[in-house]
């Protein structure tokens, strides 16, 4: 089993940063991505990046590529998402999620763990 935590979550303007943190712990070194969704309010949950835990290769949403980075720090078995140029559409709760699988995938059923959520609300 894997678990993960989420933190860094909260209320930001338009045009803020934000950075949330995933620690992984438990089975790590079963893991092969780490990837960030996030789900809005009457939506389903969709793809926002991924990371590959060893060679550091990443996957990004056409929708925050050039203003949300992922990277990871294996020592602390944690990735992270910096999320700069925030707009009132990435208002959604982030899910850290886990995937056994050794080739990425951005869809949600392909991640085999996840954390609890962190709200990330963005004013105009």
């Known amino acids: 089993q894997v678990q993960l935590v989420e933190s860094g979550g909260g209320l930001v303007q338009a045009g803020d940063s934000l950075r949330l943190s995933c620690a992984a712990s438990?089975?790590?070194?079963?893991?092969?991505?780490m990837g960030w969704f996030r789900q809005a309010p009457g939506k389903e949950r969709e793809f926002v990046t991924t990371?590959?835990?060893?060679?550091?290769?990443?996957y990004y949403a056409d929708s925050v590529k050039g203003r949300f980075t992922i990277s990871r720090d294996n020592a602390k078995n944690t990735v992270y998402l910096d999320m700069n140029s925030l707009k009132p559409e990435d208002t959604a709760v982030y899910y850290c999620?886990?995937?056994?699988?050794?080739?990425?995938?951005?869809?949600?059923?392909?991640?085999?763990?996840w954390g609890q959520g962190t709200q990330v609300t963005v004013s105009s």
């Open positions: 990371i590959n835990w060893s060679g550091g290769s990443t």
């Open positions: 438990g089975r790590t070194f079963s893991i092969y991505f």
């Open positions: 999620a886990a995937r056994q699988g050794r080739l990425y995938s951005v869809t949600v059923p392909s991640y085999n763990y």
